[in-house]
């Protein structure tokens, strides 16, 4: 296309957006509802995930060896534990070493254990990483069927409540997000059927002048378009300062590891363009539903 | 050139417009169509410049079948033929000018051609000095010679006209005749479906008579041979 048919096509499309005033702002306002309930949603599934993962990184299968097992007996429980399908690494940690772990890890108060480096009570412990954190239940209950395991311990729990609720959230947003995105489709396909049916005439006089079918359709086009970035900017703004302060505030006063959100940059730059894509998505398949309607060109 | 061969056009809604038409018009004529209203004249026209598909039969324009034409050609096939209507079909927003000028902006011409193309165009119809007029400070007249000038500033082979002079008074109407007949004898075959009796009778030209879909009269320099 030449560029000077482009511009003739962005100045008409830029019309109709003034030309309808209202239902314009109707569009418009769809689209920004939508694109910051989207960001919103997106940003708490990310995080959520981003969260699990971490906290599925460090599950990991703490095996208690019993205390009556011999030296033999240990390290043929571990080469047991090697052989079992899925399992990353094996690595053996003695009691001592888990004393220690347990002191330095509670501070102060660990200070009062020290009394028992004499007669240490603790078990040696395989600790055990599954490949997938998913098998991580499977290795632990086929560990503990071994001679000379006196208990298994993992922290599986938290992680699959934390999947379980993120899968809930994703499925109910999900729901929502559809719903919202064609509300907004609808009513900016609404938008531009106006633009059509105020411009029949013109649509009309441009077809009988021989004007190609792509020719007439552009302005619509633009005009979908033009009202889907027009409708993302107030959310991108909402991303940007809202995950700013979000991002500030939980670093200061949120100390565990595992509720560390995504790092500002450049989480909600790449989230910004995301919501400007689907509002530019949302903004042209609402005009090339109500083109392919009313302009049987 | 026109040619039609068996041509039935029957709408959705079961109405049959034209039974069986063949006909041939030759590059350069001067034909008026003339008939009953709701005898078929629209659709003969429209059949013309594929504003229809016939039902059966075939039509070339132009050497164009328009029977096996791709939609998308459609655009690049009608550029070679003017319309004008009844009610002008003017942009009232726009200028004269830009009224015309629409027309080959529309088809990507170059602004440098635009702007002498139109402005000789406007000279031929008589119209120069109201370029910058808009169509609602435009006589009747005026405004229809407008229409002809957007219909032709694209150079077409033919240009065709549905009932040009009928919201316009004797006086008028016989001004829009002779700007048809200025068009045609430059070679631009003109076809022009009309409900006046006066003027067919008056500038004798082929008649083409078309009743309850068919053709009941083709005559060269023929009559109205209608009351009224």
């Known amino acids: 296309m030449k560029f000077r048919t482009l511009s003739r096509h962005i100045k008409a499309g830029s019309k109709n957006i003034i030309r309808n005033g209202w239902m314009t702002v109707a569009s418009i306002g769809a689209v920004t509802t939508t694109l910051i309930l989207v960001a919103a949603f997106l940003a708490l599934v990310l995080n959520l995930n981003e969260m699990a993962n971490n906290i599925e990184d460090d599950v990991q299968i703490n095996t208690l060896i019993d205390l009556t097992a011999t030296q033999e007996d240990v390290l043929a429980l571990g080469e047991q534990i090697k052989e079992i ?73 938290v992680v699959d409540q934390l999947f379980t609720f993120n899968n809930y959230a994703r499925v109910i947003g999900l729901v929502l997000i559809a719903a919202l995105v064609f509300t907004a489709i609808f009513l900016i396909s609404n938008t531009i059927k106006i633009t059509i049916m105020a411009r029949s005439r013109e649509i009309g006089i441009m077809k009988l002048v021989g ?59 790449q989230l910004s363009l995301l919501v400007l894509a689907i509002g530019a998505l949302i903004g042209v398949w609402g005009s090339v539903m109500s083109i392919r309607k009313f302009l049987k060109v | 050139m026109i040619e039609m061969n068996n041509v039935y056009k029957t709408y959705p809604n079961g109405v049959t417009a034209l039974n069986g038409v063949s006909i041939k018009i030759e590059q350069g004529e001067f034909v008026y169509i003339v008939g009953p209203s709701g005898a078929g004249k629209s659709t003969f026209i429209k059949l013309i410049y594929r504003e229809e598909k016939p039902t059966e039969g075939s039509i070339l324009v132009q050497n164009t079948d328009l029977v096996t034409i791709k939609e998308k050609n459609i655009p690049y096939f009608r550029r070679n033929i003017g319309v004008v209507f009844q009610d002008f079909k003017l942009l009232p927003k726009m200028t004269i000018y830009e009224n015309v000028a629409f027309a080959l902006e529309v088809i990507e011409e170059s602004p440098r051609n635009i702007r002498k193309r139109v402005m000789d165009v406007l000279e031929t119809v008589g119209l120069k000095n109201k370029a910058r007029f808009t169509p609602n400070e435009l006589s009747g007249g005026e405004q229809q010679r407008v229409s002809i000038a957007r219909a032709i500033v694209n150079h077409p082979k033919i240009v065709i006209a549905d009932e040009p002079t009928g919201n316009l008074d004797p006086e008028t109407s016989l001004d829009i005749l002779r700007t048809f007949e200025s068009i045609n004898a430059k070679g631009t075959t003109v076809l022009m479906a009309t409900h006046s009796k006066a003027l067919v009778n008056e500038f004798k030209k082929r008649v083409i008579a078309i009743e309850s879909g068919i053709i009941a009269r083709d005559e060269d320099r023929g009559e109205y041979g209608y009351e009224i």
């Not at chain 1, 009570?121 to 395991?149: G, M, Q, R, S, W």
């Not at chain 1, 027009?230 to 670093?251: K, Q, T």
């Open chain 1, 85 to 157: 399908n899925g399992v990353e690494s094996v690595s053996f940690s003695s009691n001592d070493q888990e004393l220690e772990k347990l002191i330095s890890g509670m501070g102060e108060e660990g200070d009062a254990w020290n009394m028992f480096e004499q007669d240490n009570p603790l078990n040696h412990v395989y600790v055990v990483k599954a490949a997938n954190p998913e098998n991580t239940e499977p290795i632990a209950a086929e560990i503990e069927k071994f001679d000379h395991v006196e208990k298994v311990v993992f922290g599986q729990d």
């Open chain 1, 211 to 269: 004007a190609t079918n792509g020719f007439i359709r552009w302005p619509f086009f633009i005009e979908g378009l033009l009202l889907g970035v027009l409708g993302s900017v107030i959310p991108i703004a909402c991303i940007l300062v809202g995950y700013y302060y979000l991002d500030n505030s939980l670093a200061g006063t949120v100390s565990f590891s595992f509720v560390e959100v995504l790092p500002f940059n450049p989480f909600a730059w």
